[in-house]
């Protein structure tokens, strides 16, 4: 059965940085695409950034939010089956709980997420 469990979340002051992981678990097969999103209190769920495959040449395309552009990085180490999210200058508006999923085929799997309040 496929996993993904988040972990790293914690307060965080504004400005600060704060690195995110997710660690995949119960498929060997690579998903089509695998994201980052985020709910903030009150709000719906988004995407933040995700990666993904093309089929022909492997290559990975990543997209972020404009929200996040150019102070989130999101990346994936294939040999530990983990996805990492690299946060940095952080503002008030990015506290949310922040989630990892994935698509395989025609299916997401979500993890439970983690908290990132960014506060002084």
């Known amino acids: 059965q496929v996993q993904l469990v988040e972990s790293g979340g914690t307060l965080v002051k504004p400005w600060g940085s704060l690195s995110l992981s997710c660690a995949v678990s119960g498929t060997a097969i690579s998903p089509r695409a695998i994201f980052w999103g985020r709910q903030a209190p009150g709000k719906g769920r988004g995407m933040v950034a995700r990666?993904?495959?093309?089929?022909?040449?492997?290559?990975?395309?990543?997209v972020y939010a404009e929200t996040v552009q150019g102070r989130f990085t999101i990346s994936r180490d294939n040999s530990k089956n983990t996805l990492y999210l690299q946060m940095n200058s952080l503002k008030v508006e990015d506290t949310a709980v922040y989630y990892c999923y994935a698509l395989w085929d025609r299916d997401y799997y979500w993890g439970q997420g983690t908290q990132v309040p960014v506060s002084s």
């Open positions: 990666i993904d495959k093309i089929a022909y040449n492997d290559n990975n395309n990543e």
